[in-house]
């Protein structure tokens, strides 16, 4: 059975520091990744997504894959209150098109 | 440019009684896929189509649910007889077979209560 986990927080950051987002996931063979955002009563919404080992940037954002663990990650940068929302990881097992494995997100607090 | 479509946002019923709650997909986007969030279960695939034909059903909880696309622009997910246990945020999403990052968008959710 695919599973995603994630530490469900909270997780609490000052203002301005980063924020760090953790993601693991169990099908070895899984070929691309997601983090949503999703504020209190609102829908997910798309931040990063990738597909190759490596880091990718975003703006303030950075996701980082390491397929050998099975680690998929999402660094905030000069975090602000607007980022303060449950982040969720997301993982497609079959690449193209394809039901989402959701993790049960980070609940991350932006501290003024 | 009009995002995915769901009605109605919120739903309130009685055990027992028959729910449907509507999607419409963004104009063009050949995959629909319906999810369910809980608080205990976090956001679980239930079914998704594309091209208006079932692909994978293995996500719907039982025979209690049941989901339909008619045509390119409609989705229905049906809950007959509904119970306590199927009150949850019920979101629909959409994506483009063609496009090179397989983003699927949310739709604003159905929030069901089930007394």
């Known amino acids: 059975q695919k599973e995603v986990e994630q530490n469900s927080g909270p997780l609490s950051v000052p203002e301005g520091a980063i924020a760090s987002l953790n993601c693991t996931y169990s099908?070895?063979?899984?070929?691309?990744f997601f983090w949503y955002r999703q504020y209190s009563g609102k829908s997910p919404e798309l931040i990063m997504f990738?597909?190759?080992?490596g880091d990718k940037e975003d703006g303030r954002f950075t996701a980082q894959l390491n397929k050998a663990s099975q680690y998929v990650s999402l660094l905030i940068r000069d975090s602000q209150p607007s980022d303060s929302a449950t982040y969720l990881c997301?993982?497609?097992?079959?690449?193209?098109?394809?039901?989402?494995?959701f993790g049960k997100g980070t609940h991350l607090i932006i501290q003024p | 440019d009009a995002g995915v479509i769901q009605s109605p946002r919120h739903e309130v019923t009685e055990m027992g009684q028959e729910v449907t709650l509507r999607c419409k997909p963004i104009?063009?986007?050949?995959?629909l896929f319906w999810y369910r969030q809980t608080m205990m279960r976090g956001l679980e695939l239930l079914i998704y189509?594309?091209?208006?034909?079932?692909?994978?059903d293995s996500g719907m909880p039982e025979d209690r649910f049941s989901a339909k696309m008619p045509n390119a622009s409609f989705s229905t997910l049906k809950i007959q007889p509904s119970e306590p246990r199927d009150s949850a945020v019920y979101f629909c999403?959409?994506?483009?077979?063609?496009?090179?990052?397989?983003?699927?968008?949310f739709g604003p959710g159905t929030r069901l209560t089930v007394l």
């Open positions: 997301a993982v497609n097992a079959k690449g193209g098109a394809d039901g989402l494995t």
């Open positions: 099908d070895r063979g899984s070929q691309s």
């Open positions: 189509f594309n091209n208006n034909v079932p692909i994978d």
């Open positions: 104009s063009g986007h050949d995959y």
């Open positions: 990738i597909y190759s080992n």
């Open positions: 999403a959409s994506t483009i077979s063609s496009s090179s990052t397989d983003t699927q968008y």
